[in-house]
């Protein structure tokens, strides 16, 4: 089956520095890579999300990064904000089901 | 709005207590999930279905078994409640398998088995 690493588990910023977040897949099959945010105590919400057809997608502060090749993509969230401060997945998909990393906590510092 | 709705947020159960989460999502989902979420683990996945009556397991279907009458709700049931099982629950729904699109998730069960 499909097996997601994600790196780091922990990541801590300066406000207005970026923030990189890294995940691998396994399964070349998978073509759908979501990226969910969860605050403290609330569901885990779909950020920003990319297909296998596509290298890269923005939404405002956010991107996403797909290379195919090497089986891996990235978050990359520019000019953070105290809000930004959370846990986020990485997840792939097939189709059947979706595989999600381990999570990263983000804190971004005032 | 996709509403994917969990009957508890919190729940405190005995050890050996048979336990019923019920969640229900409203948007003519196909596919229903069941995850797991402790920290350091990400989201295992326990159960899923793509249709009623249809289950699949997932990583940990171990002590955990699940129940699909009709499209809208997925029930995941723990047949003998253990103290390993104290973790938060998330129930989660999806369109279809074809189209492959976003999971939508509940607000999470906190189970407490004593």
């Known amino acids: 089956g499909e097996n997601v690493e994600q790196h780091p588990s922990t990541l801590s910023v300066q406000e207005g520095d970026s923030a990189v977040i890294k995940c691998t897949y396994s399964?070349?099959?998978?073509?759908?890579f979501p990226w969910y945010k969860q605050e403290l105590g609330k569901r885990p919400q779909l950020i920003i999300d990319?297909?296998?057809?596509?290298g890269e997608k923005k939404d405002q502060r956010i991107a996403v990064t797909l290379n195919k090749t090497a089986k891996h993509f990235s978050l990359h969230i520019t000019e953070t904000q105290p809000e930004d401060s959370a846990v986020y997945f990485c997840?792939?998909?097939?189709?059947?089901?979706?595989?999600f990393g381990t999570g990263t906590s983000l804190t971004v510092i005032p | 709005d996709v509403k994917v709705t969990q009957s508890s947020r919190y729940l405190v159960k005995r050890t050996g207590e048979k336990v019923f989460l019920e969640c229900v999502q409203d948007?003519?989902?196909?596919?229903m999930f069941w995850y797991r979420q402790d920290p350091g683990l990400g989201l295992r996945l326990i159960y899923f279905?793509?249709?009623?009556?249809?289950?699949e397991k997932g990583d940990i279907p171990e002590g955990y078994s699940v129940s699909r009458e009709k499209k809208e709700r997925f029930s995941l049931i723990l047949e003998s409640a253990s103290t390993n099982q104290t973790s938060m629950y998330l129930c989660?729904?999806?369109?279809?398998?074809?189209?492959?699109?976003?999971?939508?998730f509940g607000q999470g069960t906190r189970l407490t088995v004593v």
């Open positions: 989660a729904s999806s369109f279809s398998m074809t189209a492959n699109t976003e999971a939508f």
């Open positions: 399964d070349s099959a998978s073509n759908y």
């Open positions: 990319i297909r296998s057809n596509v």
């Open positions: 997840a792939a998909s097939g189709g059947n089901q979706f595989y």
């Open positions: 948007m003519d989902h196909e596919n």
């Open positions: 279905s793509y249709d009623v009556k249809m289950k």
